[in-house]
Structures are given as structure tokens and as C-alpha cells.
């Protein structure tokens, strides 16, 4: 990993170090494939990960710095933090490669990629409620919905909190995901829409798995809330948005545009920051991520520099060194502190 990390950064962001000087905080607009990986661990010739040196904060565009200047409501409602939903059991005689639930470091690693969602298995994900209460105890006037009551059309309904956390399972599937399924999560979405180019919305074929999600995909769209669903939330005025689950910083790669996915849906709806994940991690490690940098956010820290000192924090300690555990988690949109403060 650190021989690829190395690799990387050589043919990335060593063209460019002289021309950086002495800024400690990177704003990246990447591009293409460049989307898809974290910079922070990106290895210097020094040995060093580019976190060690930088803060940094990630653009759809650079046109986002723009839209950051735009004034924005306050928010109209105390912190929603929605997790460990019921997902239910599969609608039909199973289906699948599910995996059996897990415990401890495995057990946010079930399927959240395949051909169609009848290809996926959302287990049950006990410790993100454990997750939510910690940053609870630190937001006492926060809601916390969970089970049965962390539903699809309570997040529909959120009206711009200050915080939407969603620990969840996050899903992409790929383009040759098949038409039937799109055409399901399309149903859900809008009972108008038709036509091939929407089957082929990238915003139809990612999504977050919520209450009922195993047992209610057909027709009304049960528990799955898909990225184009997303995009229709009320969260202007809302300061940040993070999305504890797997995947959920996937989608489609348009050059010159960022990623089409949940990344562009809670952008779309009005988030003025998005923390989400690059690739399937664990409950555990998740909670320990996700309480450290809130606690960060609490002391005032930016919505950056929260998730850099919790990686720096992370990666000093035995056993979670490898990017694998600190650099799943990346931040987009505005880096200032809660209050706007830069």
C-alpha cells in the first residue's frame, strides 16, 4: 500500500508540491478517476502522508467556491442523526449472496455493490445506534431516530436541520446494473418519469438503505432512498450532512462535473457540507471515527480540520496506520467550523 501511495503521489500531486509553499490547507477540484481516492494518503518522498502536512477539503467544482459565497438560510431545525434502521427481511425466498451478518470489524461490510438491489443483502447494523448516541451525548438537543422510526419519509421530511447524520448502508450500483431494477427505484422516485436516458440516471442507481429496505424495494420504492430522492431534500440552511455508511462517495465519474451520486445529490439539496466514505468500512472503526469528529466539531474545529485531526489521532495508533482504517472518510463543500468560522 505505501509503495502504491507513493506511486501516486509521484504522478499526482509531486508535479505541483513546489508551486504549493507554505499553504497548510488544499482546496481539490479533481477530476475523472482522480474523484475516487483520498489525497490524504497520498505517501511522500519523505515518507510522509499528505495528511501529515495539509488539510484538505474537496470541490465537485470550482464553481462550488462560488456558490459558497451565495448568503444561506439558517438552519430551521436541531441536529437529525438516523441509524441502525430495521431493514426487515428479504420480500421474496432469498436471493442471494447474502452475507451473514457480523459483528464487530466486519459488520458494516455487507454487499452494498451488485447487478441490481435484488443482488443485495442489507444486514443489520446494531452498532451505528451505539454510534448515534455518542454524538447524541455530545448534541443533547439532537433527534435520534432508529429501528422502525429511521424511515425513508422521515428523512424526506427533515426541514433543514443543522446536522443530518445517516448511518446507514450506502449502495452504487454499476452501469449494467439492469434496466428492471432501475426502472423500480425510478417508480419510487417519480411515477412519471420514463424513458431509456432515466433508466440509465446514475442518481436512480445509488442510494441509502433505510427502514423496510430488504423487504420493500418494489413499487413504492419501500426503504431505499435513492440519490435523485436526496436531491429533493429541503437542507438549505443545513451546515453538514454526513453519511456514515459504505460507499456512499461512489457514483459516475463526468469529467469536468465530479462524481453523479449521493456526492451531487446532497449538494444539489442544499448541503453545505458532505462527509462520506470512498469504500466499505467497519462498525467499529466508524464509531471511533464518527465520535472523534463530531467531539472536534463541538470544540469549535472546522468541518475539515474535525476529520483531519481525527485521522492524524487514528493513524498514530497501533493497528489502524493503514489508510485503510483513517482514509475512507473524506470532506466536501465548506470547511469552516458550525458557527462559519474559517
Same mark, same amino acid.
Given at each position: ?101 457480523? !459483528? =464487530? #470489524? %466486519?459488520?458494516?461490510? +455487507?454487499?452494498?455493490?451488485? $447487478? ?8 443489520? &447494523? ?79 442507481? !445509488? =442510494? #441509502? %438503505?433505510?427502514?423496510? +429496505?430488504?423487504?420493500?424495494? $418494489? ?8 440519490? &435523485? ?114
Amino acid at each position: 500500500m505505501r509503495k502504491l501511495a507513493r506511486v501516486a503521489d509521484a504522478k499526482i500531486f509531486a508535479p505541483i508540491r513546489p508551486l504549493v509553499g507554505d499553504a497548510k490547507h488544499l482546496l481539490i477540484a479533481p477530476d475523472g478517476e482522480l474523484d475516487l481516492i483520498p489525497f490524504e494518503a497520498l505517501l511522500d518522498d519523505h515518507g510522509h502522508y499528505l495528511v501529515e502536512r495539509f488539510s484538505v477539503s474537496y470541490l465537485s467544482t470550482g464553481r462550488d467556491l462560488l456558490r459558497m459565497q451565495a448568503p444561506r438560510p439558517p438552519s430551521k431545525s436541531v441536529p437529525l442523526l438516523v441509524a441502525n434502521p430495521v431493514f426487515g427481511a428479504p420480500a421474496t425466498t432469498m436471493l442471494a449472496k447474502a452475507e451473514k451478518p457480523a !459483528s =464487530g #470489524l %466486519a459488520a458494516r461490510r +455487507a454487499i452494498t455493490r451488485g $447487478a441490481s438491489l435484488t443482488d443485495v443483502y442489507f444486514a443489520p &447494523l446494531a452498532g451505528t445506534e451505539r454510534e448515534a448516541r455518542s454524538i447524541q451525548a455530545l448534541f443533547p438537543t439532537a433527534e435520534l431516530l432508529t429501528g422502525t422510526r429511521a424511515t425513508k419519509a422521515a428523512v424526506e421530511q427533515a426541514d433543514a436541520p443543522q446536522i443530518l447524520h445517516i448511518a446507514t448502508h450506502g449502495f452504487f450500483l454499476e452501469d449494467d446494473a439492469g434496466k428492471s431494477q432501475a426502472k423500480s427505484a425510478e417508480r419510487g422516485a417519480s411515477a412519471k418519469a420514463a424513458g431509456a436516458a432515466e433508466l440509465d440516471n446514475p442518481l436512480l442507481r !445509488s =442510494g #441509502l %438503505a433505510l427502514a423496510g +429496505a430488504n423487504s420493500g424495494r $418494489a413499487g413504492t420504492g419501500g426503504g431505499i432512498l435513492t440519490a &435523485l430522492e436526496a436531491s429533493n431534500l429541503n437542507l438549505w440552511g443545513t451546515k453538514l450532512v454526513t453519511l456514515s455508511a459504505c460507499d456512499t462517495g461512489l457514483g459516475d465519474v463526468k469529467n469536468g462535473e465530479g462524481v453523479y451520486g449521493l456526492r451531487r445529490a446532497f449538494v444539489l439539496a442544499g448541503s453545505e457540507t458532505l462527509v462520506m466514505s470512498l469504500w466499505p468500512v467497519s462498525d467499529e472503526v466508524t464509531r471511533e471515527m464518527m465520535t472523534s469528529y463530531y467531539t472536534g466539531l463541538k470544540k469549535g474545529l472546522g468541518r475539515g480540520d474535525a476529520l483531519r485531526q481525527t485521522e492524524l489521532a487514528m493513524l498514530k495508533r497501533k493497528g489502524r496506520e493503514h489508510p485503510f482504517y483513517w482514509a475512507s472518510f473524506i470532506q466536501s463543500g465548506e470547511w469552516a467550523n458550525l458557527d462559519g468560522r474559517r
